[in-house]
């Protein structure tokens, strides 16, 4: 958990280094923070939890709909993007930071899903999430992850150059903060919804639609600091009962948008079960020298 990625985290006060003494992680300026019995460590510094952060509720349903394998070729074309990257095309030494662990670090991670399933034999990966009802999870998705609760628009609190790959899934993308953690020829990985994702849900139930300027939008975000070297979509059809229905639209933004009570009259209105579409960008991106 945190001790293998202990070495990789920074004070989010001074940005000095950090240590574990027992159930405390602390700097040498005195900075400390507790570490959870669930097994992460708050590093938000400030008086509020931002409100985006995923309720318990949220977390539940994401926890629920993953779990049962919709979006596994999502999981799956995602881990194999990652693998390659370092060891095909990042040159010699790629793939390797200090002590040869590779580091794999998850920029609004929630359960810690995609990145437990990107994690190769001795790699190490960071989960940040804003949510600490998310991070109750992802600290326990895999053994060599180490959760904290960060704000991916603040700095980050983890060392410059030490990431390998960096993951955004569904989630806010920082360009400096990004660059400034991702070593020399580490890869940056971000995947986003199609206007085609979760069709035809989004117009029966008047879901949050995608954003055609979607695609350009992340690249003007991120275009000062990378460079996009390669796109692949990918798409699934699922077969979704009711249930299924509810807890996809229930662990997203859609959440915030919708009466339960509402949402839940309009579902049984739909085909039970009801073919849904699955379909996201994975953008590529390489830090400019």
């Known amino acids: 958990m945190l001790d293998d990625v202990i070495d990789y985290l920074i004070c989010p006060v001074c940005r000095g280094d950090l240590a574990i003494e027992g159930a405390v992680v602390r700097c040498a300026h005195g900075h400390s923070f507790d570490v959870a019995r669930q097994g992460y460590v708050s590093l938000l510094t400030g008086s ?23 979006f596994a070729s999502l999981a799956g074309r995602l881990r194999e993007l990652a693998g390659r990257q370092g060891t095909v095309d990042g040159g010699e030494g790629a793939g390797r930071t200090e002590g040869g662990r590779r580091v794999v670090l998850d920029a609004g991670a929630g359960t810690g899903h995609y990145l437990a399933g990107t994690l190769g034999p001795g790699e190490v990966g960071i989960a940040l999430d804003v949510s600490k009802h998310a991070l109750r999870r992802a600290a326990r998705a895999h053994p060599r992850v180490g959760a904290v609760v960060a704000d991916v628009w603040r700095p980050l609190p983890v060392r410059d150059g030490c990431v390998d790959v960096l993951l955004d899934v569904f989630a806010p993308r920082n360009g400096p903060e990004f660059a400034r953690v991702l070593r020399p020829g580490g890869v940056l990985i971000v995947v986003t919804p199609t206007p085609r994702h979760l069709a035809p849900l989004v117009e029966r139930l008047g879901l949050l639609s995608v954003d055609e300027s979607k695609s350009r939008r992340v690249e003007e975000a991120l275009g000062t600091h990378f460079t996009e070297t390669a796109q692949v979509t990918e798409e699934s059809d699922m077969l979704l009962d009711h249930k299924a229905i509810e807890t996809v639209v229930g662990m997203g933004p859609n959440a915030w948008h919708t009466d339960p009570m509402a949402l839940r009259k309009e579902i049984s209105r739909l085909p039970n079960p009801m073919a849904v579409k699955m379909s996201c960008r994975m953008s590529l991106f390489r830090k400019i020298a």
């Open 48 to 70: 509020g939890v931002p409100g985006t952060a995923d309720t318990p509720a949220m977390v539940a349903a994401r926890a629920e709909f993953l779990g049962s394998g919709h």
